[in-house]
């Protein structure tokens, strides 16, 4: 898609978001070529977010580096053992799901490790069992998937945009617990991390993509349709962390503002649920409760 194209494609839809910024009303406007001071200001510590400055760069590579060295040693045991591991990544537009996923994937083979992004469901697809599309790219033995947003879609942008039925939605959150434990049953590993970013960082990073000619594809008319919808998907957000957090397929919760410590934490946690041939403690260090916690109790 051309850039003008592309800029065309993320117009449609108000972009301004009324915000109440320590007892203020302040309105922001994606439109806006110019950041406003007072939202830089407020993205990085919005959500309570536990750290005032990013992740110092050089800590955050060498780290990395690290902890995508044991990720290659993961490979050669799923290789040699057939073991099956899938991680669903979900979390808000702009939330850093598909940064997480290329620090995660950057060194691993990709003839044995892949992403799932699928498009939205065609006229056969949305006439099959919802699970249906999904479990067709599920992991083979020695394989690592990745997804990219998953089944979870109808736990969240599905209701709020009303792409489903209140029907459709409530038998997913009854269904998903059962679907999930036969994936644990049938002994796939199963991860499940939403990543969570307060109201003024994604705020930010939609601007950012708005503004920056190499972003702009990542901006879809969807996010502008969301832009007031924040408390929508909040609430959608808890039930379904509340309805799917089962023994089966836990939720790992990180907190995502700053995304070299949510990528780190992201891989060491499954690092350290794996327990494959070489396992190097020490250059997996400890995950950082104040970042990543299980379950919906972490965001209260």
Known sequence: MAIDEATAAAKPGSRAVELQIHGK????????????????????????????????????????????????????WMQA????????????????????????????????????????????????????????????AGEFVLFDRSWYN?????????FCTPNQYEQFLRETPRFEELIAHEGIHLFKFWINIGREMQLKRFHDR???????????????AALNKWDDYT???????????????????????????????????????LDYDGKDETAIGAVDEKILGTGPGFLS
């Open 81 to 140: 053992t057939g073991k099956r591991v899938m991680a669903v990544f979900e979390g808000r537009d702009a939330a850093g799901k598909g940064g997480a996923i290329h620090a995660t994937m950057a060194y691993m083979n990709p003839r044995s490790a892949r992403v799932v992004a699928l498009t939205k469901p065609t006229e056969t697809e949305r006439g099959q069992w919802y699970f249906q599309r999904y479990v067709a790219t599920f992991p083979t």
């Open 210 to 224: 708005r503004h920056d000619p190499l972003k702009i594809w990542k901006l879809s008319p969807m996010d502008i």
């Open 25 to 76: 009303s302040r309105i922001f406007d994606i439109d806006d070529p110019d950041l406003p001071k007072w939202i830089d200001d407020e993205a990085f510590g919005s959500d309570d977010y536990p750290y005032k400055k990013k992740l110092d760069s050089d800590e955050y590579q060498e780290t990395l580096t690290r902890l995508q060295i044991e990720l290659v040693k993961v490979q050669f």
């Open 154 to 162: 109808r736990a969240g942008v599905e209701p709020v945009m009303g």
């Open 235 to 273: 609430a959608k957000r808890d039930r379904m962390l509340k309805e799917t957090h089962t023994e089966h397929g836990p939720w790992t919760v990180i907190r995502g503002n700053d995304k070299r410590r949510a990528r780190l934490n992201v891989i060491r946690h499954m690092l350290s649920q």
